[in-house]
């Protein structure tokens, strides 16, 4: 029984972990993107709107790894 709570936790903890490693990927992209369309002179608005939307993302994201590690 045990070995069962174990194992269901482990694979909790891998699912987390997928899920954190896929918004570091969104974030990390947008931002890229957005750097990319102020590079290349993309439309204003694309520009600000995805610039935007990445620092959002990336403020989430260490605010979610900063509360994990507090309630740890």
């Known amino acids: 029984m045990d070995f069962q709570s174990?194992?269901?936790?482990s694979k909790r903890q891998a699912k987390y972990n997928m899920v954190q490693?896929?918004?570091?990927?969104i974030a990390n992209i947008t931002?890229?993107?957005a750097t990319g369309?102020?590079?290349m002179?993309?439309?204003?608005?694309l520009t600000l709107i995805l610039l935007i939307t990445g620092i959002v993302f990336n403020v989430v994201r260490?605010?979610?790894i900063k509360r994990k590690k507090k309630d740890q």
Do not use: L, M, P, W
Request: charged content about 25%; cysteine-free; overall charge negative.
């Open 41 to 45: 002179g993309a439309s204003e608005v």
């Open 37 to 39: 369309s102020v590079v």
């Open 62 to 64: 260490i605010y979610e």
């Open 31 to 33: 931002t890229v993107t």
């Open 21 to 25: 490693e896929t918004k570091d990927t």
């Open 6 to 9: 174990q194992d269901n936790s």
